[in-house]
């Protein structure tokens, strides 16, 4: 799942600036359109492109354009055929803010039509036929009309008879039919399904052209790589993602892609369609290195947790070894995975887990629409987590300038100004790492009823304590790689910066799991007076703060151990709360006009690759002659 999705944002400007188009689509009156897209803070995505080889830049250009591409396909399940979409809006700012929210809808701001003619925002996206309600559909249908590469549409004449030629009119070569299955309602009518590889078809052929290029240019340089991308081009024009994701974990490669269907926020109906998206990724190599240093300290970590025993179990580094055939399959080691549904997996004797950094170079669809992600973690496949694991994604660049635009200055307003001096970058990119790594710490199964996982015990409460507990073991691992002289800086530096991201993440509401997770970490710290919130603004008392955190790491842990429902609703209603003090201080953000979230300036031209795709159009244009 992706950070940061689920942003609500407090509308408190009321200036009127609406679109005076004269003719063509207006705005909604009174929305005031340009002051929220003021909001957004544009930056540009670079990669320092001298590292890359000739042939990952000509590569790089061809992974851009089979993003564009999905985005394109994005449109269409959001809202409808971007250009239609954007037809006859005159007015540029309007345009442009159609554009981000990939729709009418104001995305961070509850989904709030601003153009004029429509009213809310379909639940179903165009996933399914207006007002859809699955009670209509004979209960033995519904989970096969749930696929998530799947649209359900209703079944309309056309579908089922080709139009005939008029009188005097030459019969017309018929078009390949789509691939649908009809399914009937209880009313008697009925509806189809029609699979993504089908509907979509003419627009994922040229998202696969764009990966067989992308494929042809860097085969020499990193042969993985490409039997990759050819694998999972075919994923997308046969909507079988299992074997292409297995793959995907395995890479090591420079350069980088997630791409196809993927998250399924944006449908509010079943919560089951996935969206396409696509995200184009230059490795950091660099801080790869340091990250599996800092892996490897896990077991040793868990071990000094502050907690009984039973609340952390042994971790164990020798988990076995992943041997791979020049292809870079997992080489068959006896065991297979046997589960209905799926093709049949081998067994990997470790995990396949990774903890990358990127620079992201390209957003596109679903993760580019609304609040941006800075962190990825996929595949989302339950079974292919459980058995090989997930690749943490973290987004160097993309995470730097939502510090630069939004951490920062908010911290300008509300951290006492004498830690200001402390709140840096490298702090809270190791933060938001080390929250990463210790969701691998603590236990996953209650310490009494070993059977019963922790997400099974605290249900619907689950991720918001899980999310804290990564936030406060994230903290403490922070606290003893600094103590073992493996971080650099003042200890201060991670503390102050911590409690600045606060007030970024619950600036939108305590809704999310990570904004309950927020207060309760920042109301633990306030009861306890570890910060204090003075006139010049909030000061961290970080001796006393390294202690409280230690006993909130011993609380959550013992709440998850022991799937103590009663103790983490009760934690929940007392400290995941906003108070009215913290609220007070929060509107002073929005006075300052803070930016809510960023967009991107992105593409072949930001990159300054122009040239890796005019040379290859000049080339072409010479062969025909
Ligand atoms: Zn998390």
Not at 15 to 40: D, H, I, N, T
Request: aromatic share 10%; net charge neutral; charged share 25%.
């Amino acid at each position: 799942m992706a950070l940061n999705k689920v942003y609500r944002f407090v509308l408190i400007a009321i200036a009127v600036v609406s679109a005076s188009a004269s003719f063509g689509q207006k705005a909604v009156k009174g929305y005031p359109v340009a002051e929220r897209l003021a909001s957004y803070k544009k930056i540009s995505l670079k990669t320092d492109t001298s590292l890359l080889s000739e042939a990952e830049r000509k590569c790089l250009v061809h992974l851009i354009k089979a993003a564009q591409k999905a985005d394109e396909i994005f449109w269409k399940q959001a809202f409808k055929e971007k250009s239609k979409a954007l037809e006859g809006i005159k007015n540029d700012t309007l345009r442009r803010f159609v554009e981000i929210n990939y729709g009418p809808w104001d995305r961070l701001n509850d989904d709030k039509p601003f153009l004029q003619g429509y009213g809310a925002k379909p639940k179903g996206g165009n996933f399914y036929p207006e007002n859809f309600d699955i009670n209509t559909v004979p209960p033995n249908f519904r989970e096969r009309l749930m696929l998530p590469y799947s649209i359900v549409k209703p079944l309309s004449k056309a579908d089922l008879m080709p139009p005939q030629p008029k009188k005097g009119e030459k019969p017309k070569m018929p078009e390949r039919p789509m691939m649908m299955e009809r399914f009937p309602l209880l009313n008697g009518n009925e509806i189809a399904l029609i699979e993504y590889n089908s509907f979509f078809e003419q627009d994922l052929q040229l998202v696969l052209q764009e990966m067989m290029k992308a494929a042809t240019a860097i085969e020499k340089e990193d042969k993985l790589f490409a039997i990759y991308l050819r694998e999972r081009a075919m994923s997308i024009t046969s909507n079988q993602y299992i074997l292409s994701d297995i793959k995907w974990m395995t890479l090591k490669s420079h350069l980088d892609i997630v791409i196809g269907p993927i998250e399924n926020y944006e449908d509010k109906l079943l919560g089951t369609k996935t969206s396409f998206e696509a995200y184009v990724l230059v490795r950091d190599r660099e801080w790869g290195v340091k990250l599996e240093k800092y892996v490897s300290y896990l077991p040793e970590l868990q071990a000094n947790i502050p907690v009984e025993a039973a609340y952390k179990p042994i971790i164990s580094n020798n988990t076995g070894v992943n041997q791979f055939d020049e292809n870079g399959n997992i080489m068959p080691s006896g065991d297979m995975i046997d589960i209905p549904g799926y093709p049949p997996l081998q067994k990997p004797n470790a995990s396949l887990s990774q903890l990358a950094v990127f620079d992201a170079v390209y957003y596109a669809g679903d993760c580019n629409a609304g609040s941006k992600t800075i962190a990825v973690n996929l595949p989302n496949d339950e079974v292919l987590q459980k058995y090989y694991g997930t690749r943490r994604s973290q987004l160097k660049n993309t995470m730097k300038a939502k510090f630069e635009e939004i951490v920062k200055p908010i911290s300008q307003i509300l951290v006492d100004p004498s830690q200001q001096k402390n709140i840096l970058f490298d702090a809270f990119f190791a933060n938001v790492m080390f929250h990463e790594v210790a969701h691998g710490l603590g236990v996953k199964n209650l310490v009494k009823d070993t059977i019963k996982t922790v997400r099974e015990a605290l249900g619907a409460d689950y991720s918001a304590i899980e999310e804290c507990k990564a936030d406060v073991l994230g903290l403490y691992m922070v606290t003893q790689l600094f103590n073992k002289g493996e971080l650099t800086g003042s200890l201060d530096d991670y503390y102050v910066t911590f409690v600045s991201s606060v007030f970024r993440s619950v600036r939108f509401g305590a809704a999310s799991a990570h904004g309950k997770a927020n207060m309760i970490t920042f109301n633990t710290l306030l009861n306890s007076g570890c910060i204090v919130s003075g006139k010049k603004g909030y000061y961290v008392n970080v001796v006393e703060m390294k202690a409280v955190i230690e006993k909130l790491a011993a609380e959550l842990l013992h709440l998850q151990g022991d799937g103590d429902q009663n103790g983490v609703a009760k934690m929940l209603q007392e400290r995941g709360i906003i108070k009215a003090s913290l609220q007070e201080d929060l509107a002073k953000l929005e006075k300052a006009k803070i930016p809510v979230d960023i967009i991107f300036d992105q593409g072949i031209d930001t990159l300054g690759l122009k040239a890796y795709d005019e040379n290859e159009k000049s080339a072409v244009k010479k062969e025909k002659k």
